[in-house]
């Protein structure tokens, strides 16, 4: 079984600036853990050859805000329906407006998110065989911030963790989601894959920091390809052995 407690060491404010985007209010005392009513049920995309005796890459989704799991839909059987198994993780906080099915990320608050994302990763491994070195993470918006934030603050050595996340794939991301990431040292490994048109001076000067610390950026732009295609492929540009 997989699981990673998120132990930061160092105070959250001292790595993570402030901005605005992804919701950064808790309240006081407030806590998480895996048996949180909050974090139950993820949604899980099985491929109808799944053999157990293949370790399979699980592709983690992440949601944008006022949304839920549920959106794996959105991406999985699209992606490939046999390749992967591809699990929809829920926000760890309720949104604003109290309805049911809608959840947000917190950018202040990483424990929160990888609580979510541990904890999802954790349920899903008991009953399937996934590959601990081909975990991605894909967000789609907020959910794409956050899976940005996740992967740096385990390659700077803020949270100890049983596993590496192999890589991370962004979708729809808002134009701010530069502000919101920990300071980029040299050094720094890790493959992104970036599914938006860049535009602005900030967002590129954010990629060109990531690829001089040594990360592998690419950009996919979705006028000439499917979202979903670009993703497998880039997924499969990583792996050797492809189950057809």
Known sequence: MLHRRMGIKMPVDAVLPNGDGCEMRWDDGQSLNSGHPWLSGPAVYI???????Y????????HD?????????????????QNYIGLGIRAPFPARSG????????GQRPDASWGAISSAISEVTQEWNIHPDRIFLH??????????????????????SDFDIAGVSCASLPAWWPRLLPPVSTELRGRFLMLDEC?????????????ESGCDVT???????????????????????TIW
């Open 199 to 211: 535009n602005e001076a900030e967002q590129f000067a954010a990629i060109d920091a990531l690829r």
């Open 99 to 106: 309805l049911p099915g809608q959840f947000r990320w917190r």
């Open 55 to 62: 370790q399979y890459p699980l592709v983690c989704v992440l």
């Open 219 to 241: 950009c996919a732009s979705s006028k000439e390809t499917a979202p979903a295609t670009s993703l497998n492929r880039w997924i499969m540009s990583s792996i050797q052995t």
């Open 65 to 81: 805000h006022d949304r839920s799991e549920r959106d794996l839909d959105q991406w999985f059987p699209s992606v490939s329906d």
């Open 47 to 53: 491929p109808d050859s799944y053999t157990h005796s």
């Open 139 to 160: 967000g789609v918006g907020n959910g794409g911030v956050i899976a940005l934030q996740q992967i740096l603050l385990s390659r700077l050595g803020v949270s100890d």
